[in-house]
């Protein structure tokens, strides 16, 4: 397995902009979660699906960013318009609650976002 | 408010030398804890998991302390080697939404000087 999958590795932006962010999961992984990783804050959980629905938002930190899974291998997390305080890497992460060592998730490679 | 702590924020030591970070957590009901290893440029990789009946466990050179009583971690690292830089981070998950939520500290930056 490729594990998870995100592109683009690295984005530049201006603000204003709309970016969207795409993740592959582990193929069979039921649960699906994106995190925002900053050096003040460390990573912060914005939101997770479970079968493709999205079980708990609280994260996303304004209107602005939304996520989808339209299906269960694909996943995107959009944020419009960006703002250079959303610099930041985002990671996508995926795992099977059948699992015996509890909730591993395994992370993606994540994008690095840099909004002008 | 971050309910895991981790110390010190970041540690240089010479290869070969021994060091142990530290994790304090206030989250509950207290399902499991997490200790991941980041690489530059890399998303965060698994080390050890224990639950609150495990009060140590080993990978390797590493070896994850609990304490579920003080509510505190350890990771210790043995015989450090260049390669082991990278930043650890400590989670601690409850039961929630069928699955584990977890709750992050903001982790250890380490860094082995030859």
């Known amino acids: 397995d490729a594990g998870v999958i995100q592109s683009p590795r690295h984005e530049v932006t201006e603000m204003g902009q709309e970016v969207t962010l795409r993740c592959k999961p582990i193929?069979?992984?039921?649960?699906l979660f994106w995190y925002r990783q900053t050096m003040m804050r460390g990573l912060e959980l914005l939101i997770y699906?479970?079968?493709?629905?999205?079980?708990?938002d609280s994260g996303m930190p304004e209107d602005r960013f939304s996520a989808k899974m339209p299906n269960a291998s694909f996943s995107t997390l959009k944020i419009q318009p960006s703002e250079p305080r959303d610099s930041a890497v985002y990671f996508c992460?995926?795992?099977?609650?059948?699992?015996?060592?509890?909730?591993?998730?395994?992370f993606g490679p994540g994008t690095r976002l840099t909004v002008l | 408010k971050n309910q895991v702590e981790q110390s010190p924020q970041s540690l240089i030591i010479l290869e070969g030398k021994n060091c142990t970070l530290q994790?304090?957590?206030?989250?509950?009901?207290?399902?499991?804890l997490r200790w991941y290893k980041q690489d530059t440029g890399r998303g965060p990789v698994s080390l050890t998991i224990?639950?609150?009946?495990?009060n140590t466990k080993s990978n390797g050179r590493y070896t994850a302390t609990l304490d579920a009583d003080t509510k505190q971690s350890s990771l210790h690292i043995t015989a450090s080697q260049l390669s082991d830089s990278a930043s650890y981070i400590c989670?601690?998950?409850?039961?929630?939404?069928?699955?584990?939520?977890?709750?992050f500290g903001r982790g250890t930056s380490l860094i082995v000087h030859p």
């Open positions: 989670v601690v998950s409850v039961p929630g939404g069928g699955s584990y939520i977890p709750t």
């Open positions: 193929s069979g992984h039921d649960y």
């Open positions: 224990m639950t609150f009946s495990e």
């Open positions: 994790c304090n957590y206030t989250v509950s009901p207290f399902s499991n």
């Open positions: 992460a995926s795992t099977n609650r059948g699992l015996s060592s509890y909730n591993e998730q395994f």
């Open positions: 699906f479970n079968n493709n629905v999205p079980i708990d």
